[in-house]
């Protein structure tokens, strides 16, 4: 009995791995083609994204997480790393979210509309350090979304 409850609990964690380790390497595929085509972001995501280290926390279907960090130069990721110890990293933007939502968000061919929609149904949350990251969310939040959306509609 107790031989069979060791190789399950062995099996859970090269499960959980796994599901990391998958997730990463997607998220590292489109990091890769994010900085392909990034100099056609709207400017005002760029602006967003300009020069922020990023830290996100992504909680896995089955309950683990996966950390991951990432530094952005003029909107471009010059850095992305994954993250054992986040006590180590000073962010000036810690973003959680779960794993279907970050799946959505490399999957889908209109990556604003999931962004948005996650963000109202609270299943991405992005959380800004320092006043001038503070600031830059700010403004995207009260002025630039609103006036994107408006410019979509037509």
Same mark, same amino acid.
């Given at each position: 009995?107790?031989?069979?409850?060791?190789?399950?609990?062995?099996?859970?964690?090269? *499960?959980?791995?796994?599901?990391?380790?998958?997730?990463?390497?997607?998220?590292? @595929?489109?990091?890769?083609?994010?900085?392909?085509?990034?100099?056609?972001?709207?400017?005002?995501?760029? /602006?967003? &994204? !300009? +020069?922020?280290?990023?830290?996100? +926390?992504?909680? &896995?279907?089955? !309950?683990?997480?996966?950390?991951?960090?990432?530094?952005?130069?003029? $909107? @471009?990721? #010059?850095?992305?790393?994954?993250?054992?110890?986040?006590?180590?990293?000073?962010?000036?933007?810690? /973003?959680?979210?779960?794993? #279907? *939502?970050? /799946?959505?968000?490399?999957?889908? *061919?209109?990556?604003?509309?999931?962004?948005?929609?996650? @963000?109202?149904? $609270?299943?991405?949350?992005? #959380?800004?350090? $320092?006043?001038?990251?503070?600031?830059?969310? &700010?403004?995207?939040? +009260?002025?630039?979304?609103?006036?994107?959306?408006? /410019?979509? @509609?037509?």
């Amino acid at each position: 009995m107790k031989k069979i409850l060791f190789i399950l609990l062995i099996l859970s964690f090269i *499960t959980m791995s796994t599901a990391s380790a998958e997730l990463f390497n997607d998220l590292d @595929r489109a990091v890769t083609e994010y900085n392909a085509y990034y100099e056609q972001l709207p400017s005002p995501i760029k /602006i967003l &994204l !300009g +020069n922020e280290r990023i830290l996100a +926390n992504i909680t &896995l279907n089955d !309950g683990s997480e996966l950390n991951v960090y990432f530094v952005t130069e003029n $909107g @471009r990721v #010059d850095e992305f790393e994954k993250v054992e110890q986040v006590e180590d990293y000073e962010p000036t933007v810690i /973003i959680t979210a779960d794993e #279907d *939502t970050v /799946i959505s968000l490399i999957t889908t *061919t209109d990556p604003l509309s999931v962004y948005e929609e996650a @963000r109202e149904s $609270g299943t991405l949350v992005i #959380d800004p350090i $320092g006043l001038v990251s503070s600031a830059k969310f &700010l403004v995207y939040d +009260n002025v630039l979304e609103p006036g994107w959306n408006m /410019i979509k @509609r037509f």
